[in-house]
T-cell receptor, first 117, second 114 residues
Framework: KAGVTQTPRYLIKTRGQQVTLSCSPI?????VSWYQQTPGQGLQFLFE???????NKGNFPGRFSGRQFSNSRSEMNVSTLELGDSALYLC????????????????FGPGTRLTVL | DQQVKQNSPSLSVQEGRISILNCDYT??????FLWYKKYPAEGPTFLIS?????DKNEDGRFTVFLNKSAKHLSLHIVPSQPGDSAVYFC?????????????FGQGTRLTINP
């Protein structure tokens, strides 16, 4: 069974640009969550999508947005990039029960390393 | 406001000995706790979890202990093996104002020395 895939793996952008990252969940998984990992902050939850709807949201500004398609694939968009957006962006998929619960383990992709110059 | 803290950024342990990784949390609404392991260039992988109704959960060489009164959990690995060298993240989950929240610590880099 294929794992969670993320594209691209590496990306370099300049300040002010926008970027779109893609995540394909494990087959049969309907929930996709996005996280930002930075050295100082660890992993921070961005948002979670289930059945094409945003179900949970972290404390990130509106420049960070996402969507989910009918095949459960998800995209994350960051507009007006800032230097501080440089990070590893991870997506995780799960079957879609109560997310983050004992019945719904998340499986992570390898991440997209975004560098903003 | 760091609700989940791993105060040791790194830990070095001799092969065969016990590794103990610690995690503290501040929010009483957390009721489910997880440990993830991360190798370089890979995403985190789920290792072990514990519900707040328990104080211990064991899976092979890995045991997680939860002390609710102290808001503290720990991961014990015994015996430690070289393949255990990785970054370990603890995470806490719970309902907060109608949303299910998952908060990670900053991670601890574990190095197992032969």
């Amino acid at each position: 069974k294929a794992g969670v895939t993320q594209t691209p793996r590496y990306l370099i952008k300049t300040r002010g640009q926008q970027v779109t990252l893609s995540c394909s969940p494990i087959s049969g998984h309907r929930s996709v969550s996005w996280y930002q990992q930075t050295p100082g902050q660890g992993l921070q939850f961005l948002f979670e999508y289930f059945s094409e709807t945003q179900r949970n949201k972290g404390n990130f500004p509106g420049r960070f947005s996402g969507r989910q398609f009918s095949n459960s694939r998800s995209e994350m968009n960051v507009s007006t990039l800032e230097l501080g957006d440089s990070a590893l962006y991870l997506c995780a998929s799960s079957r879609g029960g109560q997310v983050h619960s004992s019945t719904d383990t998340q499986y992570f992709g390898p991440g997209t390393r975004l560098t903003v110059l | 406001d760091q609700q989940v803290k791993q105060n040791s950024p790194s830990l070095s342990v001799q092969e065969g000995r016990i590794s103990i990784l610690n995690c503290d949390y501040t929010n009483s609404m957390f009721d489910y706790f997880l440990w993830y392991k991360k190798y370089p260039a890979e995403g985190p992988t789920f290792l072990i979890s514990i519900s707040s109704i328990k104080d211990k959960n064991e899976d092979g060489r890995f045991t997680v202990f939860l002390n609710k009164s102290a808001k503290h959990l720990s991961l014990h690995i015994v015996p430690s093996q070289p393949g255990d060298s990785a970054v370990y993240f603890c995470a806490a989950s719970g309902q907060d104002q109608g949303a299910q929240k998952l908060v990670f610590g900053q991670g601890t880099r574990l190095t197992i020395n032969p």
